[in-house]
């Protein structure tokens, strides 16, 4: 059970800040639900209470965890399939897992790849979207802002 101001990740969503517990009626069934602050984005999302296990709703990093992530990131690319399209699925299973390790391997083999030569629009959407996931924590662990913690990731991976 979460409490109000705990800092979590939501899975494929991103990470954010339990602003409230609330009990809503939706179609027919009343339900305690988590009501999230996403920073990036404003969005609110609601998180029915009872589903955070099966959806993987966890607390963030810490710090130590945090530097485990920047040396991921500062690691070499990890050999992945020519086949674009079972890179593609090995990268969306580890994208989907909402671990936080494995997001980074994804968007520091996607940087490495794309700088290489360039990603294929699928691709390169979810290069997009899993760098956002690994924004939204980072932005909690150091309380920073979205342009300072996207110029650490550059900087980690830049530097690889």
Do not use: C
């Not at 050999?79 to 580890?94: D, H, S, V």
């Not at 794309?114 to 939204?136: F, V």
Request: hydrophobic letters at 40%; aromatic letters at 4%.
């Amino acid at each position: 059970m979460f409490n109000i101001g705990d800092k979590v990740v939501y899975p494929m969503h991103g990470a954010g800040i339990i602003e409230g517990i609330e009990e809503k009626e939706i179609l027919g069934e009343k339900r305690k639900y988590y009501i999230m602050r996403m920073p990036i984005g404003d969005m609110k999302v609601m998180i029915p209470v009872d589903n955070v296990e099966e959806i993987g709703i966890r607390e963030i990093i810490n710090n130590d965890d945090l530097e485990k992530v920047l040396n991921i990131l500062k690691g070499d690319r990890t050999k992945m399939p020519q086949n674009w399209n079972r890179r593609y699925r090995i990268n969306m299973e580890k994208i989907k897992s909402g671990d936080i390790f494995e997001i980074a391997s994804v968007v520091r083999n996607l940087m490495l790849r794309d700088a290489e030569k360039s990603l294929s629009t699928g691709e390169r959407k979810m290069l997009n979207s899993a760098k956002q996931m690994l924004i939204s924590e980072i932005v909690l662990v150091v309380d920073s802002n979205q342009e300072e913690t996207e110029k650490l990731i550059n900087e980690a991976i830049n530097s690889a």
